[in-house]
């Protein structure tokens, strides 16, 4: 043999046996860096609502953070809300960590759309998935509604390469696949009909599932609801809703009608601040229902410091408050049955607010001048006068007083003995300074400084025998 073919002879060899060492390292590499991060565990279970979107966010947002290798949404869900399931699926196809679906033993209706949405779908023996068509109240969705989750689900089959047809049938019964549905009927697979169509594959359980994507040995990190999402989930309750909005309007109704910041604008504050909070953070409420109902908050505090009587800007705030409130109780994509809830909401918020404010009014000495406002109307028709008001004080006109409040530029003065409810003819007034009254409007006098010169508000003396 010649030298150059033995030289040929051993490169040849070395070469080959390089390649092989090299692929043997890349076989027992790879599982170890698949298996180098955590892998979370998050439970779909029971209906598909508003709080369950935040708590699989989070759970996503936690994954990238701890490294995790791989995320798995494990499903056992008869469905849900439409919109609560696309912020999850949003959720899913933006996620920078790999994750995939367990269907444990159903996924129904919106259940079905996030598992397909997932990088893929693993069913145990039995389970179920499909019958995705949306209803409202027991009905089915009118064709709107079908349409948008038709096109949805397609859109999902194709982005993860799965027979669009197939999705659609799942929504609408009027699909049919040859082979896999008749048109008449809503598509539902069980494990091996999901398996035949390549919409799934089988395991036997959790484990094998580990197993089969090459984590078999990774920690397992089970998630669980923490304390801020239970929170979120309880303040929007309806009836802990009622009783936010109650305190709010209250609050403020009464802060607005008193000088200063005190107790009643304080909870107010925080009871309206919980209520829009927890409903933005569920993606009940937009940014813009919080914009219509400070609009509206303004437009009242206009008319109540601004412009006394009861016109445009007290409607106009008025129906900004109702309408910011009850935007911030539907969805986007709102059931009969958010309706239903919305005007329960309100009609309690309404009695709530009557009750307890005459409840104050009777109970509270002094309560009944803080608690009117403006934008409440108090005045009577009569067939000769016409429309006048019952709160009218002409015989104060003239008087002079002190203002017991500062007046910024409404407040309380003290006319002859008599706390009243009156307002600056254009300036800031302090406290202590001597107004007269120059006019009367509705149940406020209109008053203007008399002296520049400050004196002390009068203070109750106690009478003493001897």
Request: zero cysteines.
């Amino acid at each position: 043999m010649k030298f150059s073919e033995m030289v040929t002879d051993s490169t040849l060899r070395r070469a080959v046996s390089a390649i092989a060492a090299a692929l043997a390292l890349g076989a027992w590499i790879l599982p170890d860096s698949q298996e180098s991060g955590p892998v979370l565990v998050v439970p779909v279970t029971g209906e598909i609502e508003h709080g369950l979107a935040p708590f699989i966010e989070r759970s996503i947002r936690e994954a990238v953070e701890r490294g995790a290798g791989v995320v798995v949404l494990e499903i056992d869900t008869p469905g849900g809300r439409v919109d609560a399931a696309q912020r999850i699926v949003d959720a899913v196809t933006d996620s920078e960590t790999p994750v995939y679906a367990f269907v444990n033993r159903r996924a129904f209706s919106a259940g079905a759309m996030i598992a397909l949405a997932t990088d893929g779908v693993r069913m145990r023996p039995g389970a179920v998935i499909g019958a995705a068509t949306p209803v409202l109240g027991t009905e089915k969705a009118p064709e709107k509604y079908v349409s948008a989750m038709r096109s949805e689900m397609r859109a999902i089959a194709e982005l993860r390469g799965l027979d669009p047809d197939v999705a659609e049938a799942m929504v609408d019964e009027s699909v049919a696949v040859e082979g896999v549905s008749e048109a008449g009927k809503l598509l539902t697979l069980t494990t091996e009909e999901a398996v035949e169509v390549g919409y799934a594959d089988e395991v036997e359980n959790l484990d094998a599932l580990l197993a089969d994507l090459g984590f078999a040995a990774s920690e397992v990190v089970l998630m669980e609801v923490n304390w801020a999402e239970h929170f979120v989930r309880f303040l929007a309750n309806p009836a802990i809703t009622s009783l936010l909005l109650s305190i709010g309007v209250l609050g403020l109704i009464t802060e607005i009608k008193s000088p200063g910041f005190g107790l009643a604008g304080a909870a107010g504050a925080v009871a309206l601040f919980l209520f829009f909070g927890s409903h933005l953070i569920l993606g009940l409420a937009g940014i813009e229902d919080v914009l219509i109902f400070t609009a509206g908050l303004v437009l009242i505090a206009v008319e109540v410091l601004l412009l006394p009587g009861f016109g445009i800007f007290g409607i106009l705030g008025l129906l900004g408050v109702v309408g910011g409130i009850y935007m911030g109780l539907l969805g986007s994509l709102p059931l009969a049955v958010d309706f239903t809830r919305a005007g329960m909401v309100l009609t309690v918020v309404l009695l709530a607010t009557v009750v307890t404010g005459g409840v104050l009014v009777y109970k509270l000495p002094g309560s009944a001048t803080l608690l009117r406002s403006s934008i409440f109307l108090g005045r009577r028709m009569d067939r000769s006068t016409g429309f006048e008001s019952q709160h009218v004080r002409s015989e104060l006109v003239g008087r002079r007083g002190q203002a017991v409040t500062d007046l910024r530029p409404s407040g309380t003065a003290l006319i002859h003995g008599e706390r009243v409810d009156v307002v600056s003819d254009s300036e800031w007034i302090d406290a202590g300074t001597q107004v007269e009254v120059i006019s009367a409007e509705g149940y406020r006098q209109v008053v203007r400084p008399v002296t520049r010169e400050r004196i002390p508000p009068p203070q109750p003396s106690l009478d003493q025998d001897g």
